[in-house]
């Protein structure tokens, strides 16, 4: 099979067979990463721009290191340091940049649907890095390699996913992608965090942490996104992690041999104790590493894939 989608929007236009595509890429770009000189030509006078309109840590980084370790020439435009805070709109500010012509725009905007926006307009790629509450691709795609590392398949698996999902982006690319390889998805958070219709995509709504923890393979754990909600969702804190906070006890009632996910950034104390953040299951540091090669293989596969070894 060869796969050269033009641009990666989201999880949700990609089948089964480009998701474990990708995946496969990915291992075949893992083990640059550790090797003393981390460098490959592949990307060789490609140019990438990072753009990104909300803060970032691993996701940023860790596309300008895939891009870096591909030879590709990449530059990272934040939003705060650019004439954005003067007024110029996105598509003004993306316009000017498609003119100093880029290969590849990487993007993190607030707005869901503002990378679907820039690919209609724009003759580059155009990868999402994160679309206000839309879409996370390549988190889910770093989170399903993680799984598949760990439990070598994803196929038959039960993957808990608890927190503030009405807001998360990350817990609907990550529905998409883990249904479409076979996983079995359920979902828990507070009422005033989950979406209704939610189960339409394929996953099951659990009322309490428990019910979704029990037995399960994997256990993903988000934060509460309090930049976009508009109003207070829960009563407190302290009472949010008192009921979906995980802890050592309530991990017991997942499967033995469980892995603990997290994509970050933790809010230790509130989703997950430390206990369980730097316990033994946690995989977390597995999932960051994995996020270079996993952001290797996408920026690959837009620039051409294949076809850039025959030119
Ligand atoms: N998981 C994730 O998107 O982290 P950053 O916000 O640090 O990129």
Known sequence: MTFNPKHILGIKELTAEELIFILDTAESFKEINSREIKK???LRGKTIINLFFEASTRTRTSFEIAGKRLSADTVNIAAAASSVVKGETLEDTAKNIAAMHPDIIVMRH???????????RLNCSVVNAGDGTHEHPSQALLDAFTIRQHKGRIDGLTVAIVGDIT???VVR????????LGAKVRIAGPRTM???GLELLGCELCSNIEDAVRDADCVMMLRIQRERQGATLIPSVREYARFFGLNEERLKLAKPDAIVLHPGPMNRGVEISSAVADGPQNVILDQVENGVAV???LLYLVAGG???QAD
Request: net charge positive.
């Open 295 to 297: 952001r290797m293989a």
């Open 40 to 42: 490959v030509p592949t």
């Open 306 to 308: 294949e076809k850039l």
């Open 173 to 180: 690319s990550n529905i998409y992608c883990l249904v479409k």
């Open 167 to 169: 807001h998360s982006r």
């Open 194 to 196: 989950l979406p209704p």
């Open 110 to 120: 607030g707005a869901s649907g503002a990378c679907n926006y820039l690919a209609e």
